[in-house]
């Protein structure tokens, strides 16, 4: 595998990762619990659908066969995203799409520090827009996981069970390959191992905070950094490419 | 005694409104002129609330990023406008949840075009280019509005809206410069927003019984008729331009009063939409209210979060 070929597939990991969660998020916009809360999520969305166009058009360049960042999140197959499960999962409570959000969120952050320093010029020029925006998202969800953790009894109860829901999505977050290896070797990607102990290091400080309670199961579900989604994965595509399926070809 | 008092101050109010001199929170006001902007302002509010429905309806369904990103930034700048307005009506002593309560009990009332569908992504041009379109024709005379914190805020309000505008005569102008399929699908666009889009400035003037007061109060600058008239004259030659055809065909430019004549108003469509009978009147309001039922128990939470940290810092 060449080094080009391991980014554009890199890249389309977290442009993926990108567009699976701005799609989700956006579904609040209209329907938040409180007008603020309306313009913080449609924030989220609106930034993350940028950081997507970024990335899917850097991609589509890597790729070097005429994709732009349109055709590539609106004309691929199901098995050809590789964002991570945890995105695609449905909304939910308020409490887990907040939850979804921080772990997220957190993971994030380490990553688009890391690489603000890549030795590709392009990919750290998108790190470092990114992570700014990406600060403000963390520091949302967090405080919201801490609020809701530490709220009402009932608050609580929820977003533990959404905790408990989601973990299992958390170790994919930390998938490496071939692809991770070649390009850790070159310096354009940070170690996933770092990432791992100091994402697990902050998340847990929050959930002490807000009393949560990291579930003892070890199941881990993984597939989305490979082409293997859940169940709801589908029925977002088929919103998300309506237009471009049902009208192919055309300028809008 | 008191009578006169109040005489006076009316005299001294009314003075400043015809010198131009705006009215602030604190100035003593008449009573109804308090209630007409808290009627007026609250239901502008819940326009831009309700309105983000919908254009919310093809977010997920945008044809690409930019598109996305564009109405995704639009239906948050209508969330904006909704805050600033609730913040204005606040100032006039109306509590903002209870205003959003007299929406959700249909007490309340906001712009009957967003009882319409959005079946097509053309609506969204439409929307931007009728509905904002004649929004800003609403609201650039309310920049020069009597009262204070509604002027300001609607001078904020109309540099964004004239955005919204200018994006939706761009999805517009391209479908209809497009395939047959995109000129068809913005055509019939036009066809299910042009009447509505009228109905938006109200009763004709003869109808419209408020109107005399609220222009005494230069709450209102111009007449319903004034400015549909202004608004047909401005959006007929835009559609001539993109090559789609106004779904009236007593419309005809009169060279004589240089202003363009079209047909009569269903009236009655407009009363039956009004009431709550529009195509999309029970989903509207049935969604702001699970909005806000659905987050009751975050907004406790924050409540309570709130006040544990209190104590703790009192401790």
Redesign the interface.
């Known amino acids: 595998m060449e080094t080009k070929e391991a980014l554009f597939e890199y890249v389309l990991r977290i442009g993926d990762d990108s567009l699976i969660l701005g799609h989700r998020v956006s579904e609040w916009c209209g329907h938040g619990p409180i007008l603020e809360e309306d313009i913080a999520l449609t924030n989220i969305a609106l930034d993350l659908i940028g950081q997507a166009t970024n990335l899917l058009d850097y991609a589509g360049q890597l790729e070097g066969k005429g994709r732009d960042g349109d055709a590539l999140a609106f004309l691929r197959y199901d098995r050809e995203y590789k964002n991570l499960l945890l995105v695609e999962q449905t909304n939910g409570d308020f409490g887990k799409t907040i939850l979804r959000q921080f772990l997220f969120d957190a993971y994030r952050t380490l990553l688009l520090t890391r690489l603000s320093k890549s030795t590709d010029e392009q990919l750290s020029a998108i790190a470092v827009k990114s992570l700014k925006e990406t600060k403000y998202h963390l520091k949302h969800s967090s405080e919201w996981v801490i609020r809701l953790g530490d709220g009402t009894e009932d608050s609580h109860s929820r977003i533990q069970s959404s905790l408990d829901a989601l973990w299992k999505y958390t170790d994919e977050i930390f998938f490496a390959n071939e692809v991770d290896a070649l390009l850790e070797k070159e310096g354009i990607i940070p170690s996933m191992e770092g990432i791992k102990n100091e994402w697990t290091f902050f998340v847990s400080d929050i959930f002490a905070e807000a009393g949560l309670v990291i579930p003892t199961n070890n199941w881990k579900q993984e597939g989305g950094r490979t082409g293997r989604h859940t169940e709801h994965l589908g029925y977002l595509l088929a919103e998300l490419q309506y237009m471009q399926r049902a009208y192919p070809d055309m300028k809008w | 005694m008191k009578d006169l008092n109040i005489q006076e101050l009316e005299r001294r109010f009314q003075e400043k409104i015809d010198n131009d001199i705006k009215i602030e929170p604190r100035d003593w006001m008449p009573e109804e002129y308090r209630q007409t902007l808290i009627r007026q302002i609250s239901q502008h509010a819940h326009s831009e609330?309700v309105g983000?429905?919908p254009e919310?309806n093809w977010?997920?369904?945008?044809?690409?990023?930019?598109?996305?990103?564009v109405l995704?930034?639009k239906?948050?700048d209508e969330?904006?406008h909704?805050?600033y307005l609730?913040s204005a009506v606040e100032t006039l002593g109306a509590d903002r949840e209870q205003t959003i309560d007299d929406l959700h009990t249909g007490k309340a009332k906001y712009s009957s075009i967003f009882n319409y569908p959005t079946t097509s992504?053309a609506d969204m041009g439409a929307i931007g280019w009728l509905v904002d379109g004649a929004a800003i024709m609403n609201q650039v005379p309310l920049c020069r509005c009597s009262y204070g914190p509604y002027a300001r805020a609607m001078v904020r309000v109309c540099k964004e809206e004239s955005f919204h505008q200018r994006q939706g005569f761009e999805?517009i102008s391209?479908?209809a410069q497009?395939?047959p399929?995109?000129k068809e699908m913005a055509q019939d666009a036009l066809n299910r927003f042009w009447w509505p889009a009228l109905m938006m400035f109200g009763p004709n003037d003869a109808e419209s019984p408020n109107t005399l007061q609220s222009m005494k109060w230069k709450i209102k600058r111009l007449t319903n008729d004034e400015l549909r008239q202004q608004f047909v004259d401005v959006t007929v030659p835009q559609a001539h331009m993109i090559g789609l055809t106004i779904p009236d065909k007593d419309l005809k430019f009169n060279e004589e009063t240089g202003h363009y004549d079209f047909g009569v108003i269903d009236w009655a469509e407009f009363w039956e939409v009004v009431k709550g009978n529009g195509p999309c009147n029970k989903e509207r309001v049935d969604?702001r209210r699970?909005?806000?039922e659905?987050?009751?128990?975050?907004?406790?939470?924050?409540m309570?979060?709130a006040e544990?940290r209190k104590i703790q810092k009192a401790s």
């Open positions: 609330i983000m429905l919310g977010i997920t369904r945008a044809p690409n990023l930019r598109r996305k990103a995704l930034a239906v948050q969330a904006g909704g805050l609730y992504w999805i391209l479908l497009g395939t399929e995109q969604a699970k909005a806000k659905d987050g009751q128990w975050v907004r406790d939470a924050a309570a979060y544990k």
